[in-house]
């Protein structure tokens, strides 16, 4: 069997001009960082492809295939057999290397790209001697140049020769740290993780604030979310999670605070703690789950009296989503099957029986002017609580 490796396909970070080569170093960055779980492997780029080679017998690439599957900035994957630069040779690969997938379909094609010029046969050449053998040993297969049901690549490079097939689709978007550092408000719920995963797909590294209000809320809903970072964390990498203790916070709205503005109050100071972190941890921006219209608190009026506490950009990337489609979102990143588990949230302990869901900011204001706010968010601050959160 012949040496393997993976090749990894650059997706819109190719079109990034002079920006490219900070895109590219960071994408190698990420990928070296995440694959040093799954052994020691050489990870060098060229011509818009990241080579993935394993330096010995050690290396799992198994393991290594499903880290690269989480890694944004890359279209798609595929392992590769690698040979030597002669044609008989690169002929036995593919029969070889692809013969599962050559019993089990009907047609197919060979396309070959060719970068060393001092290769004797030109590309057109080379897959048709290829695709000829290939017809010779597997007598079932017929070849279709149109719509084939499998698109046999050779690739003749100056290190060597490579064999796959078209491999499988990516993670997509950009290297997570091209777009900069946010800070994502993160609950138990569905929302928030989808949230943080879909803006670590657009390049932002991601701090973690997250509220807890015990005794109202438990130990173990704390340590949920810990493990919906973990899910998250296996694209974004490591996360820095900071929690903030409400509990005197919420007991103050609900007891002094007009109670159908509660959510709104309290969602402020979410912010507000939220926007004071994300300064101190280097962030220029927030994050929330929020989807237009979901609840009281996610009205166009509503978001407006929230975004006025703060001056930081706040981002909600699921503003136009269904539910249907965060829930499909939660099913493919992996974090559904934890977020349905019932623990209390901050969010939904004293919740108003009739919140306004067209709040009025001046009113908002007023309502808030009942409790010694600056006070309250300062001594919750100072005694946050911060961990790391990596991928296993
Ligand atoms: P989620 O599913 O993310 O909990 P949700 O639909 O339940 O969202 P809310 O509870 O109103 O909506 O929360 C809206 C957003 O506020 C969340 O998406 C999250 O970004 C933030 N948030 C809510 N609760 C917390 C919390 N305990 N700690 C940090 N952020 C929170
Ligand atoms: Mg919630």
């Known amino acids: 069997m012949a040496e393997e490796v993976i090749l990894l396909k650059l997706g819109e970070i ?15 960055k990420n990928i070296r960082r995440r694959l040093s779980a799954a052994g020691e492997f050489a990870v060098t780029s060229r011509q818009s492809t990241i080579y993935v080679e394993p330096k010995d017998g050690n290396a799992d690439m198994d393991r290594a295939e499903s880290l690269c599957a989480k890694v944004f900035g890359v279209v798609s994957y595929a392992r590769a057999a690698v040979t030597q630069k002669d044609l008989g040779a690169i002929e036995r690969t593919a029969a070889e290397y692809l013969e599962e997938t050559l019993e089990e379909i009907s047609t197919f094609k060979v396309e070959c790209k060719r ?9 057109p050449e080379i ?9 010779d040993s597997y007598p079932h297969l017929r070849v279709d140049v149109h719509n084939p049901d499998l698109v046999v690549r050779v690739e003749v490079r100056e290190a060597g020769a490579y064999v796959h097939d078209d491999g499988k689709p990516g993670a997509g978007g950009i290297p997570v740290g091209t777009g900069g ?6 609950s138990g ?21 997250h509220f807890a209000s015990p005794p109202y809320t438990s130990e173990l809903a704390h340590e949920k979310v810990v493990r919906l970072l973990r899910k ?22 609900r007891d002094k605070c007009p109670e159908d503005l509660g959510t709104v109050i309290l969602r402020r100071f979410m912010l507000r703690a939220a926007e ?23 009205t166009m009026q509503a978001i407006a009296c929230t975004d006025a506490a703060v001056s930081m950009p706040v981002f909600r990337p699921l503003i136009g ?41 001046h009113f908002v204001e007023a309502g808030e002017g009942a409790i010694e706010g600056e006070v309250l968010l300062r001594e919750a601050l100072e005694e946050k609580t911060a961990l790391y959160v990596s991928p296993r």
């Open 14 to 28: 190719a079109l990034k001009g002079l920006n490219r080569r900070t895109f590219e170093d960071t994408l190698l």
């Open 115 to 123: 970068s060393d010029k001092k290769f004797p046969l030109k590309s």
């Open 127 to 135: 897959s048709a001697q290829v695709g000829g053998y290939l017809l």
């Open 181 to 186: 550092k946010a800070a994502v408000l993160i």
């Open 189 to 209: 719920g569905l929302d928030s993780p989808a949230a943080a995963w879909l803006m670590a797909k657009r390049g932002v590294e991601l701090t973690a604030v």
């Open 232 to 253: 998250v964390s296996e694209y974004a990498g490591r996360v820095k999670m900071v929690t903030v203790n409400f509990t005197r916070l919420q007991e103050e709205i």
């Open 276 to 298: 004071q972190v994300a300064r101190e941890e280097g962030c220029a921006a927030l994050i929330t789950g929020e989807s237009l219209g979901q609840v009281a608190s996610q």
């Open 321 to 361: 989503l269904d539910k249907a489609e965060i829930v499909k979102l939660a099913h493919q990143i992996e974090t559904y099957e934890i977020s349905i588990e019932p623990y209390e949230d901050c969010c939904t302990i004293f919740t108003p029986k009739h919140p306004r869901t067209r709040p009025i900011l």
